[in-house]
């Protein structure tokens, strides 16, 4: 028989090679309050067909956002994706694909995966574009990092980074948790009381390794001070901006102002919201970054046969698997999301994608307009031009105005507080093309009501 029980020994030994004494040493950094130390609550087991009855019951409690008025969004959006995205990606040679290490049987998989970067280069105007991240954040940490590994030589303040103070908590935490294991300091850039970066604060991160910002900034804001940002700052300090891809029909692409990586959330195009995931991220760099920077490129050559062909090129998964010459410790990429994105680009083609940027920002100035004629409630920064979301404020808690919303129907935006806790009586309101004139009058009828209320 054999013996289930712990090898104890082997146990100690391994704990000893890391130098720990014991189990709860090897933890410590896991904080007290995620630990779970008892049995997990699961029910008694159950028949296939109480397992199907419970599935049923809790997946009817789920509610789509398209089927309630909803405000909400804060880095993830409700844009319309044509129906035959959803068809193609569906193929199988999409949706059952892997990693194309044999491009001799993946040329097309590949030509696709390219099309994708060549797409993308177009949109942030970047020339050299990797195959997608998993997100947003992840893409927002891995151009920090590669800005350091470019400038740590020749920066004066060596291993520092500046960052937006507008940046959300949830992607600061990713930021963070990439850069505190390389000694990384992260500084933070003020914002002026009207939403606009301080270019005065920008002036000091000259000579460090980089600076990063949002474009539209987290409070839907464009700021136009953004294209004097790499003079401020100089040749040896990356300009890294983060890019609503929408906005990019009508707001002028960061490639064009001297940015040095580009990087964004991607889910706007082609892809759903579905809970929060998966979604993709976009990185885009000029060639000085190119040799250092994350994830998967596929390029175009010609091969025996004088034909075009297409493979994986400059840097291979393998490569990130060894660890200490890794340039990443991300070795694949969200290639399916991804090619719903290029599908939804070629659909829309340039003419099409201004279409889409113009009925986001002319959803949200109608709201703009709107809702500022409601006594009671302000919108914060209203003079600044915004793309498809601003900050209202309200005479009550957010908390306490979106419960109200939701009794009537409406999901009403995003609690600032989440965001920035002393902003507990602000909302980021969202309006894309999914938002009628219709939801945007609704809203501001029961935000009146809800205002009459309060004020009463």
Same mark, same amino acid.
């Given at each position: 028989?054999?013996?289930?029980?712990?090898?104890?020994?082997?146990?100690?030994?391994?704990?000893?090679?890391?130098?720990?004494?014991?189990?709860?040493? &090897?933890?410590?950094?896991?904080?007290?309050?995620?630990?779970?130390?008892?049995?997990? *609550?699961?029910?008694?087991?159950?028949?296939?067909?109480? &397992?199907? #009855? +419970?599935?049923?019951?809790?997946?009817?409690?789920?509610?789509?956002?398209?089927?309630?008025?909803?405000?909400?969004?804060?880095? =993830?959006?409700?844009?319309?994706?044509?129906?035959?995205?959803?068809?193609?990606?569906?193929?199988?040679?999409?949706? %059952?694909?892997?990693?194309?290490?044999?491009?001799?049987?993946?040329?097309?998989?590949?030509?696709?995966?390219?099309?994708?970067?060549?797409?993308?280069?177009?949109?942030?105007?970047? *020339?050299?574009?990797?195959?997608?991240?998993?997100?947003?954040?992840?893409?927002?940490?891995?151009?920090?990092?590669?800005?350091?590994?470019?400038? @740590?030589?020749?920066?004066?303040?060596?291993?520092?980074?500046?960052?937006?103070?507008? %940046?959300? *908590?949830?992607?600061?935490?990713?930021?963070? !948790?990439?850069?505190?294991?390389?000694?990384?300091?992260?500084?933070? =850039?003020?914002?002026?009381? !009207?939403?606009?970066? @301080?270019?005065?604060?920008?002036?000091?991160?000259?000579?460090?390794?980089?600076?990063?910002?949002?474009?539209? !900034?987290?409070?839907?804001?464009?700021?136009?001070?953004?294209?004097?940002?790499?003079?401020?700052?100089?040749?040896?300090?990356? =300009?890294?901006?983060?890019?609503?891809?929408?906005?990019?029909?009508?707001?002028?692409?960061?490639?064009?102002?001297? $940015? +040095?990586?580009?990087?964004?959330?991607?889910?706007?195009?082609?892809? /759903?919201?579905?809970?929060?995931?998966?979604?993709?991220?976009?990185?885009?760099? %000029?060639?000085?970054? &190119?040799?250092?920077? /994350?994830?998967?490129?596929?390029?175009?050559?010609?091969?025996?046969?004088?034909?075009?062909?297409?493979?994986? %090129?400059?840097?291979?998964?393998?490569?990130?698997?060894?660890?200490?010459?890794?340039?990443?410790?991300?070795?694949? @990429?969200?290639?399916?999301?991804?090619?719903?994105? #290029?599908?939804?680009?070629?659909?829309?083609?340039?003419?099409?994608?201004?279409?889409?940027?113009?009925?986001?920002? $002319? #959803?949200?100035?109608?709201?703009?307009?709107?809702?500022?004629?409601?006594?009671?409630?302000?919108?914060?920064?209203?003079?600044?031009?915004?793309?498809?979301?601003?900050?209202?404020?309200?005479?009550?808690?957010?908390?306490?105005?979106?419960?109200?919303?939701?009794?009537?129907?409406?999901?009403?935006?995003?609690?600032?507080?989440?965001?920035?806790?002393?902003?507990?009586?602000?909302?980021?309101?969202?309006?894309?093309?999914?938002?009628?004139?219709?939801?945007?009058?609704?809203?501001?009828?029961?935000?009146?009501?809800?205002?009459?209320?309060?004020? #009463?």
């Amino acid at each position: 028989m054999v013996d289930q029980l712990p090898n104890l020994g082997r146990e100690k030994e391994m704990l000893q090679e890391m130098g720990f004494d014991s189990i709860d040493a &090897l933890f410590a950094d896991v904080p007290m309050g995620v630990r779970m130390n008892e049995d997990l *609550p699961l029910p008694e087991a159950q028949s296939e067909e109480e &397992l199907l #009855a +419970d599935a049923k019951r809790l997946l009817g409690s789920n509610v789509a956002l398209g089927e309630k008025v909803s405000f909400l969004g804060a880095g =993830l959006y409700r844009n319309f994706v044509p129906s035959c995205v959803f068809q193609l990606i569906t193929r199988g040679e999409f949706l %059952t694909s892997y990693t194309p290490y044999q491009p001799e049987v993946s040329q097309g998989m590949l030509q696709a995966m390219w099309e994708f970067q060549s797409l993308i280069s177009e949109l942030i105007a970047m *020339p050299v574009t990797n195959l997608s991240l998993y997100d947003g954040s992840t893409a927002a940490a891995e151009a920090i990092t590669c800005a350091v590994r470019v400038h @740590n030589r020749k920066a004066e303040q060596k291993n520092t980074v500046y960052i937006s103070e507008l %940046t959300p *908590p949830d992607r600061c935490s990713v930021i963070y !948790n990439y850069c505190q294991g390389a000694g990384i300091e992260i500084k933070k =850039l003020r914002h002026h009381e !009207n939403g606009l970066i @301080n270019l005065d604060d920008v002036a000091n991160a000259a000579g460090s390794c980089a600076v990063y910002v949002e474009q539209p !900034n987290p409070l839907g804001i464009i700021d136009g001070g953004y294209p004097a940002l790499k003079e401020i700052i100089g040749e040896h300090t990356a =300009l890294i901006v983060a890019i609503q891809p929408i906005s990019l029909g009508l707001v002028e692409a960061p490639g064009n102002y001297g $940015a +040095d990586i580009v990087v964004g959330e991607g889910q706007p195009l082609g892809s /759903p919201i579905t809970a929060g995931g998966p979604i993709y991220g976009i990185f885009g760099c %000029t060639k000085a970054y &190119l040799r250092l920077m /994350p994830g998967r490129i596929v390029g175009r050559s010609i091969d025996v046969d004088g034909k075009e062909a297409y493979c994986l %090129t400059l840097s291979t998964r393998e490569q990130h698997i060894r660890r200490h010459r890794a340039t990443s410790n991300i070795c694949t @990429n969200e290639t399916l999301i991804a090619l719903m994105g #290029a599908m939804h680009m070629s659909l829309l083609g340039p003419e099409g994608l201004e279409e889409l940027a113009i009925r986001n920002m $002319a #959803a949200c100035t109608y709201a703009k307009q709107k809702l500022s004629s409601i006594e009671g409630l302000s919108i914060v920064h209203q003079h600044q031009s915004h793309f498809n979301e601003f900050a209202i404020e309200v005479p009550d808690t957010g908390k306490n105005c979106l419960t109200y919303l939701e009794d009537k129907g409406i999901i009403g935006g995003f609690d600032l507080s989440w965001w920035y806790p002393d902003q507990s009586n602000r909302l980021l309101l969202t309006f894309t093309d999914q938002t009628s004139g219709h939801d945007i009058e609704q809203l501001a009828t029961e935000l009146q009501s809800w205002v009459n209320e309060v004020v #009463a």
